[in-house]
T-cell receptor
Framework: DQQVKQNSPSLSVQEGRISILNCDYT??????FLWYKKYPAEGPTFLIS?????DKNEDGRFTVFLNKSAKHLSLHIVPSQPGDSAVYFC????????????FGTGTRLQVTL | DTAVSQTPKYLVTQMGNDKSIKCEQN?????MYWYKQDSKKFLKIMFS???????INETVPNRFSPKSPDKAHLNLHINSLELGDSAVYFC?????????????FGPGTRLLVL
C-alpha cells in the first residue's frame, strides 16, 4: 500500500521556466513533508520541508505548497536550471519530524537548454 | 570531510553468503537509519537507531541484523543472501534541532546477489 505517490515518473522543462513536481498522500496522520533531490550514484539530498501547520515554505528558488484537504503537495522550482536535472523524491512522516520517512517513487526532472 | 559514508560502494556476491555493509557519519547526529531502494526505485526504511538503541524495525527478515558499536556507526549484516536482496542500500543520519529534523544520506551501496 503506497501511502506517498508521485504519479509522474518524469518531467521535462525548459531552462528558465517553472518546474512543478507533484506528490499525493493517503495517510491523514502525516504531518511533516520533505523533498529530496537525487543524482545518479549518489544518496538523496535534502531540499526543503514543510510542517502541516503551514501551507507554504520557500527557500530561494524552491517553494513547497501543502494542501492538506486534498492531501497534496507540490514543489515549485523557479527558474529551472540544467543543474536541477535529477530525481526528486517526496517524503512524509507522521511523527512531526523526519524520524520515520515514507518516500514516493520519485519524479525524474530533465531541464533542457 | 564526507558527512555520511558507506563501504563498500559496490558488492557482488553469491546466494547464501553473509556480507556486511558499513556506515559512518561525522555529523555528530544521534539517529541513524538503513533504507533499501529496490528495482522499482521505491525507497523504504529498514531500521533506525537512536544513540545505539534500535527504535524502528520495519518488518525486515531477521537475516538482516543492524549493529551500532557507537553513535557514529551503524553497520548492516546480512546472512544467507537471497536474490531478492539485490538493491541499493542507503544509510542516513539525522539530528533534531529546534523542532526540525532532516535526514542526511550516504552515497549508497549497490548489492548484487547472483
Amino acid at each position: 500500500d503506497q501511502q506517498v505517490k508521485q504519479n509522474s515518473p518524469s518531467l521535462s522543462v525548459q531552462e528558465g521556466r517553472i518546474s512543478i513536481l507533484n506528490c499525493d498522500y493517503t495517510n491523514s496522520m502525516f504531518d511533516y513533508f520533505l523533498w529530496y533531490k537525487k543524482y545518479p550514484a549518489e544518496g538523496p539530498t535534502f531540499l526543503i520541508s514543510i510542517s502541516s501547520i503551514k501551507d507554504k515554505n520557500e527557500d530561494g528558488r524552491f517553494t513547497v505548497f501543502l494542501n492538506k484537504s486534498a492531501k497534496h503537495l507540490s514543489l515549485h522550482i523557479v527558474p529551472s536550471q540544467p543543474g536541477d536535472s535529477a530525481v526528486y523524491f517526496c517524503a512524509a512522516s507522521d511523527t512531526g519530524t523526519a524520524s520515520k520517512l515514507t518516500f514516493g517513487t520519485g519524479t525524474r526532472l530533465q531541464v533542457t537548454l | 570531510d564526507t558527512a555520511v559514508s558507506q563501504t563498500p560502494k559496490y558488492l557482488v556476491t553469491q546466494m547464501g553468503n553473509d556480507k556486511s555493509i558499513k556506515c559512518e557519519q561525522n555529523l555528530g547526529h544521534d539517529t541513524m537509519y538503513w533504507y533499501k531502494q529496490d528495482s522499482k526505485k521505491f525507497l523504504k526504511i529498514m531500521f533506525s537507531y537512536n544513540n545505539k538503541e534500535l527504535i524502528i524495525n520495519e518488518t525486515v527478515p531477521n537475516r538482516f541484523s543492524p549493529k551500532s558499536p557507537d553513535k557514529a556507526h551503524l553497520n548492516l549484516h546480512i546472512n544467507s543472501l537471497e536474490l531478492g536482496d539485490s538493491a541499493v542500500y542507503f544509510c542516513a543520519s539525522s539530528l533534531k534541532q529546534g523542532g526540525q529534523e532532516t535526514q542526511y544520506f550516504g552515497p549508497g551501496t549497490r548489492l548484487l546477489v547472483l
